[in-house]
């Protein structure tokens, strides 16, 4: 009898926690932004590395404290991956770095060589660079690294210039920026605003309304109509900059 009843206590446990958990996991991946998990319990959940597994937390902003956590914020190797077709503008990733740097407020960025993925293709899906993030991060890398996928354009939306993906990746669509514009200082400015963005979202920042910053849609969208190459924000602007320390500060 004593028996029995231990094994019924145990069947409900395990029958609450596998419940628990398929929940979780349906809130945290159900295409919704605002479900109770995430607006409540995302962002602490994330920064355990096994949770962030188990409950499967890949999205831009869940590679948040990996960024910020103090112990963890000199060296993040920057890991280039081009498509064959595209050519990156000299110096327009390196001249993101001193800046993501500031967001930061510590630590250093080392970049690697590109590495060449083995086929191009004329647009990208988010499956298809979803797929390229995760074997990435599959890589042997002992710090938190940031990929830089260089591609093509984006598949459903040609115009957009940049993307996140999972939580370490930054997506630049060479192709789309170089039908922007042909002025190559232009494209550089273009390509380091855009992986400025896209970083401004793996550490956790949203769209601001005011076009003269990083963060604006309009630097990952540019509207050819009402949009000028030359002003392209390549600075993190105060508001942006003191988000991050807002962070910190709650850590
Ligand atoms: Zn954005």
């Known amino acids: 009898m004593q028996h029995q009843r231990s094994i019924t206590v145990v069947l409900l ?12 996991r349906y809130q945290a991946n159900n295409g919704q932004q605002d479900t109770w998990f995430n607006t409540h319990w995302r962002a602490r959940a994330a920064e355990r590395p096994l949770i962030r597994w ?21 060296g993040f190797p920057v890991r280039i991956f081009l498509d064959p077709a595209v050519v990156i503008p000299n110096g327009s990733i390196e001249a993101a770095l001193p800046e993501m740097v500031k967001l930061l407020g510590s630590g250093g960025f080392d970049i690697g060589t590109p590495l060449q993925l083995t086929s191009t293709k004329e647009t990208y ?58 002025e190559s200082n232009a494209q550089a400015a273009l390509v380091t605003s855009t992986i400025l963005h896209e970083f401004g979202h793996q550490v956790g920042l949203d769209h601001l309304d005011e076009p003269s910053c990083i ?31 807002a962070f910190q500060k709650v850590k």
């Not at 926690?17 to 979780?24: E, V, Y």
């Not at 188990?54 to 914020?73: E, F, K, N, T, V």
Request: glycine residues 4%.
């Open 125 to 182: 899906t988010s499956k298809d660079f979803r797929r390229l993030a995760g074997q990435a991060s599959k890589m042997d890398s002992i710090q938190t690294p940031v990929d830089i996928f260089v591609l093509t354009k984006d598949a459903v939306s040609p115009t957009q210039v940049g993307s996140s993906v999972r939580e370490h990746g930054i997506v630049v669509f060479m192709a789309s920026i170089q039908e922007l514009t042909p």
């Open 54 to 74: 188990a409950l499967g937390l890949h999205q831009a902003g869940d590679g948040r404290s990996d960024y910020l956590h103090p112990a963890r914020s000199e």
């Open 13 to 24: 446990v395990v029958i609450f926690f596998a419940f628990s958990f398929s929940f979780l």
């Open 215 to 245: 963060m604006a849609a309009v630097v990952e969208q540019p509207v050819s109509t009402s949009w000028a190459p030359q002003i392209v924000p390549t600075q993190y602007c105060p508001e942006e900059l003191a988000q991050i320390a």
